[in-house]
DNA sequence: GATGAATGAGCTTTCATTCAT
DNA sequence: AATGAATGAAAGCTCATTCAT
């Protein structure tokens, strides 16, 4: 394997690593050498490949909203009905939540929490474009097609968004009863009524 | 006035204080020489009436719960239908959103991203249960009276909760094209139609 | 003893220890631990009366100018020739090199070495001014009762700051084959000579 | 061309460039790496010419000490009385400090200030014999034609040495109002008054 | 000889909390 | 009740040096 590679290689299982301590113990409770610990890795070392813990928070939000955009886009390409990609988007979603609840955490905990990590060089949607943007191409098709009522973009993303982070917020709150999937069919029919021509 | 009244009104400036300062710079970045700083008061007697840090975060999300609580069971007081009930709720949210933003902001910013201050002492959802109760009769009222479909209570409170606070973060984040207010026709519409029967 | 009173003596005490330890170790060879350990104090403590290691070495410099100058400034006040202001202030300069070396080596090993440190709010001669007034002085001065020689002020600075410290430099090397206070003569007289009309 | 003059060739741009990094930066805030980097060079390779920072220092000392000590040697060679020396010799150095600032600002920033970094291998003036031993004999050629007065070596040497240097020193600051070479008469005129029989 | 990833001790600075006054 | 000097553990980050390739 070249080094090039191994460098990148290391260089995802860094934002991995670290992409759940900080969803899980939070961004300010979570040091450098907790990381470095963690990979078995000096800390010295670790800055080689992030110049400062604020960079790397940045890199991370970056790849999970791109790594959540590519699932979406997906479903984006599929010859299907608006209600049943909401219902794909939604499932797709409460899997990520199972199966890699750090991602999601990171949003709600991280980025959403600690603005001002964020304020130099993710302004606007910048280090989340990658999901953004999958949902306004889902909103924009579903709108061309009469399938969904036309309405001001942000009215719909801040359903989509907050709608499901808050499901996952009670989820990490253990306020939910049942399994998190098992919400999928209720709040995709909600979803849809809301945005249903 | 008495001097039990004189330390109640001390202590209510310090919780509105120090809520302004979590809000604006988060909760680890505010120090508590910041706080008593703010209200010309020393840090040593600052902490004869909270003492700790992360009691007054816990006191301040109760407080600011019971406000928002209390404006809500207002609302659920009149007779009026469910829909009427949901226009005036994000009406509600939205005006302190724009006048008290750090009420709206302490959510999203220190309670819902440091969850190992609050994990002692607000297990569950007990130091926002002014606010969440009343969601609560809301959407009961609603069913009993057979204008809300009846649901799992959470698939309903996650879209009100995270729907609104969605809307509140894209205002944060100036990426709102209009006054926030004006989206409340939009919300409404789309909160009623979800949850309708 | 005022609060006030005290917090003023502290803060003389950490000037006195700092200098010490920075002449003797180097700025940078010196750590805040190292000053507060001498000084039976706590790092965090120390952060309360200099709010950076920079700006502490900034103080340094602005009082052991003004002590120098003072002393300079009683020579200045005589009434005696210039070629007798000369040997006292070479020789107040070199009984300073022995019961206070570190005053002067911090001038040769901190000041002028470590120029990034001064060059945010030292700018020109601004924290030396107290010995460089005084030297302006006793020069102007000399010129105008017709003594010394009309000549470009900083010709002549350059000539007493540099030689004393020069010499001072060769003490500390332990070059010197005698106590540096039997140069005064020599050292005076050559002055002197330079510096006449 | 042979491997060992490649390789001295090497060292010697190795020497050049931390040359300028130390006088510019000063010694502790310039990193190896900051050399290698300079250089095109790695640091490991760095290391296979000089095994430690304090080595190179040493190794910069002596060298500029040497390029200095010859020039004046070309100096003292020629048929030439005391003062005209003292006149070339001045000269000499304020070009050196036009030319080649660095060379002259290493002696002030970083051989004068850094004792620590010296102490093992500079003993006594060992490193920078090369410029000491001309400026001796200098001195003792003048005293042996009667044109220079019989002193104490070190009050003849610390007056050149200190007075070059702090004029040098007060150019780094910006505090002469002209160019450096233009003090040459002045002070090659203050040295000789100062040193003559 | 050449590379640069890796190490880890050590630095400056911060801040919740205490306690003598 | 009120003060704020004092504590000290812990944070983020740096950098001389090593060594496998």
Redesign the interface.
């Known amino acids: 394997m070249k080094i090039a590679e191994k460098k990148a290689l290391k260089r995802e299982s860094i934002i991995q690593t670290a992409l759940q301590l900080f969803s899980s ?2 961004f ?2 979570t040091t450098i050498p907790d990381i470095a610990k963690k990979l078995h890795m000096s800390v010295g070392n670790l800055y080689n490949y992030f110049s400062s813990k604020d960079i790397l928070a940045k890199e991370i939000i970056k790849y999970t909203s791109n790594v959540l955009g590519e699932e979406i886009r997906e479903v984006n390409m599929l010859e299907i009905s608006a209600r049943e990609k909401i219902r794909k988007i939604v499932a797709l979603y409460f899997r990520m939540a199972e199966r890699h609840p750090e991602r999601i955490e990171y949003f ?3 980025y ?5 990590v964020f304020n130099d060089g993710c302004e ?2 910048t280090c989340v474009s990658g999901f953004v943007t999958e949902i306004m191409i889902f909103f924009d098709d579903g709108v061309s097609s009469g399938e969904l009522r036309d ?2 973009f ?6 989509f ?7 996952v ?2 989820k ?7 399994d998190i999937g098992q ?1 999928t069919d ?2 995709s ?3 849809y ?4 021509a």
């Open positions: 113990k939070g300010h409770k709600l905990r991280v959403l929490a600690n603005r001002e606007g949607m309405q001001d942000f009215s719909a993303f801040g359903l968004m907050g709608y499901l982070g808050g499901m917020f009670l990490g709150e253990e306020m939910l009863t049942k919400y209720d709040i029919l909600n979803i009524a809301a945005l249903k």
